[in-house]
């Protein structure tokens, strides 16, 4: 079975997830919506059937005055062919993926859970409409949040949204799963991470400090790593640098018992999605360069250097680096698995895997980075 998806927004995410989905046997794209012309929307319109989108402000319109704006919205951009209007674009599929900016997909939760569209659904012989929203938006916007390797067993055919967490959370996310479930190595006491993040994305025309960081204390991205692990003992700290690839983490994890670094290296070596590696000192521009020789210079994985913590026999320093853009791409791919098909985790995850050539470029990383 082949499931329809749409795309509202485009941006550094919504395109990725155009990319995939249409290279994805099991799903086929049906439209995607923005509400310019901006950004990579001759490229894609050139490619992709275009549906009208505008801000969104379910509680101040009714469905059917939300109708007559889109319509006269869609005047508006006929000389570019658009085929529709958003509410059409969600008459059309079985899955959105929300990728608009921060705190828009809690607006348009509004209308995407709108009684009237799920009965107009319901008339053409459409399930309720499924959403996948990203890391920009806080937890409430969905059942739950997700990162593949945790939660994809809890997320049933009966889920209607889930909340992929942002590329930070994701970061940390995926080697403390390793360190969380497996017996052979002590329990972990707590945890804390500093995190050196981009104040900018690559193609932001908004512009950034350039001689300065800016620091946040409690920073929300401990906070937003409880979604996933609840018991998890968490600090963070982050600071924005002018930077755009990459983010910087130096995740400090105290066990109850002593360790060994070598055996927590060999834990997240097994992690399809993490690239252990071991240069003499951790440069960005390498993982950065290296990045290059595939599509695109996304890298899908995080890549993970551990190292003892000073003298002390019970904690590890990890040093992370993550992909910004690319790393929710995966998690999004098999969360739209658990809410649609009947995949295995290990299925969901071995395909994603295969479609993003994730072997190949952890091998890569791992290989030339470990001298
Ligand atoms: N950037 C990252 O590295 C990153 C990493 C992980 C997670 N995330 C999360 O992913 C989400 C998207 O972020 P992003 O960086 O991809 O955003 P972005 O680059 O700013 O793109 C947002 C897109 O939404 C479109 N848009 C704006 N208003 C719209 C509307 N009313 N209807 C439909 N489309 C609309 C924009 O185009 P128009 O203005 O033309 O409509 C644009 O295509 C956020 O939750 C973010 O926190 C981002």
New binding site residues.
Partial sequence: MTYKVGI????????RIIKEMDEHKDFEVAGF?????????KQLVSKYPFYV????NMEKYSFDDMLIRLKSRKADFDKNNPSGH?IDLLLEVDIIF?????K??IK?KLLYEHEILNQKREEIGLKPLKVI?????SPEVAESSFIANPCYDKVSNESLNQR?V??NT?GMGRPLYSLLQNKNIPDIDRAYNTLVR?SI?P??KKGSFIDAFKAEANSHHGHDLNTIYPNLKIGTTAFAVPMSHFHGHSLTVLFKDNIESEDVEELLRKDSRIAVINPPGLFSGDLFEISRQFWNQDSFVVAAQVKKMCDFDDSLEILLAVP??S??IPETIDCANALLTNKSKKQSMDTTNDLLEIPVIKQQLEYELTP
């Fill in positions: 509202v927004g485009t941006g550094a995410i919504g395109w919506a923005k509400s310019s012309t901006g950004g990579r929307f989108s505008k801000n969104i958003l929300d990728a608009t900016p921060g828009m997909g348009n929203y990203q890391g920009g938006e992929v942002s590329c994701t981009r994305d193609s932001s910004q853009e790393i929710v």
